[in-house]
């Protein structure tokens, strides 16, 4: 938390100042394969950005990396200056970092507003938690709350769903809510790992759109793992393409699509077969 008395530093954006997250040569090996080699990734706050690459390419162990769910075999993870390498989940977490699953992870039998409540309520500290719900301010405290949670549900949409069951929820719902999940947390940085798998072409124009509201009106950084090469394209300012592990393009989209190592390895134009 930042005291009103802190000194004001405005963030800084700039493409030579310091990056909100700061990757650099992360490398993660089991038993001789190498899921992820000497990854780098300065990533100014504001940005959406989109990591893509074939099956087994690396890009959800990348996701497991920066949210400490992985230890690195080597490199460093700093946000906000913070070194973050080591630091368990919760931890991240705390300090900003969130995260959505390829195979979605929702509390299934909670209602769907129950569900981003549980986000909701892991922005306080586990004792500030305790002294409220055994406190007199219970009842305005869970008001706060469920409204919030409501607001959520409004930007994903998905309000008139709350009382639904998770689990009863179609495919694409589930991930808009697990999405809604993940943003209760007020992270600095979102990860979404395939976020449109199992969505029709509608409901991911719908994603491209919620998207670009997390980063336009909450200001949430993004970094997007996705198949989809239109939304990846459409919405990524920059975008990264690993390849076995490795990261053999990084830069804007037209460039990235252009480039034939792309090409060869990931986009299947048969430019030089
Ligand atoms: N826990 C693990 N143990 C061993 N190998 C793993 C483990 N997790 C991922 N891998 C391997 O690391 C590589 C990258 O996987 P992953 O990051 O899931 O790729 P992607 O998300 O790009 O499809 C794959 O070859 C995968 O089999
Ligand atoms: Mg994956």
Request: charged letters at 20%.
């Amino acid at each position: 938390m930042v005291s009103s008395a802190a000194p004001a530093i405005a963030p800084d954006t700039s493409p030579g100042g310091s990056p909100l997250l700061d990757v650099r040569g992360l490398t993660k090996r089991y038993s001789g394969l190498v899921a992820l080699a000497d990854y780098s990734l300065r990533l100014p706050a504001g940005t959406i950005h989109g990591v893509i690459g074939p099956n087994g390419a690396g890009k959800t162990t990348l996701f497991h990396l920066l949210s400490g769910m992985v230890r690195p075999s080597s490199g460093t993870i700093h946000l906000q200056g913070v070194d973050i390498t080591h630091l368990p989940p919760h931890r991240v977490a705390r300090l900003g970092i969130a995260r959505t699953f390829q195979n979605i992870r929702l509390f299934g039998d909670m209602s769907v507003i129950d569900n981003v409540k549980v986000g909701v309520q892991q922005r306080l500290p586990v004792s500030l938690w305790s002294t409220i719900i055994t406190g007199p301010s219970f009842r305005r405290r869970e008001e706060e709350v469920t409204a919030r949670a409501t607001e959520l549900l409004d930007l994903v949409g998905l309000a008139d769903r709350a009382g639904r069951i998770a689990r009863s929820l179609p495919y694409g719902d589930q991930r808009r809510l697990e999405i809604a999940r993940a943003v209760a947390v007020d992270p600095k940085v979102l990860l979404l790992d395939e976020p449109n798998a199992g969505m029709n072409p509608s409901e991911t124009g719908e994603l491209l759109a919620l998207i670009r509201r997390l980063r336009d009106q909450l200001g949430i950084t993004i970094i997007l793992v996705a198949h989809d090469i239109p939304l990846v394209m459409n919405l990524c300012e920059r975008i990264q393409v690993l390849n076995y592990g490795v990261l053999i393009a990084d830069g804007e989209p037209a460039t990235v699509r252009a480039d034939p190592d792309v090409i060869a390895a990931y986009l299947g134009q048969a430019k030089h077969a």
